[in-house]
């Protein structure tokens, strides 16, 4: 087991499974931002933890080289009274996720051992 397979909880299981699900239907293989967290069940429109859950998730995985983000699409905003609603960072500005080559044969490797 590698390094990065120790940190990945269930959590982090579940959005590799659920990008692989819905993201082999599309075909650039990616799912829009909004679309992922409402297949996990979470709520990424309206709450405001929901949305910092699925950024740590995702970017904990991209930085295991299992999960890229590509703009587009409607990013996560930070409204504010004072000013126009901005991006919260670029990091967070993902329109969009995909599994990379090796988040694939993650889950190739997991269905074939289940």
């Known amino acids: 087991m590698t390094q990065h397979e120790e940190k990945i909880g269930e959590r982090h299981r579940l959005l590799l499974r659920t990008l ?4 082999r239907h599309s075909s650039l293989e990616q799912v829009y931002v909004h679309r992922l967290g409402q297949e996990m069940g979470l709520n990424t429109v309206g709450l405001e933890d929901d949305r910092a859950e ?3 998730l ?3 995985l991209e ?3 299992y999960v890229r983000g590509s703009a587009g699409g409607y990013a996560f905003y930070k409204e504010s009274k004072r ?3 901005q991006p919260e960072n ?3 500005a ?3 996720y995909a599994l990379t080559d090796e988040g694939k044969r993650n889950i190739q490797e997991e269905e074939n051992q289940g």
């Open 58 to 60: 995702a970017r904990e």
């Open 90 to 92: 670029m990091k967070d």
């Open 63 to 65: 930085e295991a080289g």
């Open 94 to 96: 993902y329109g969009y």
């Open 20 to 23: 692989h699900r819905v993201g």
């Open 83 to 85: 000013e126009p609603a």
């Open 54 to 56: 699925l950024v740590k």
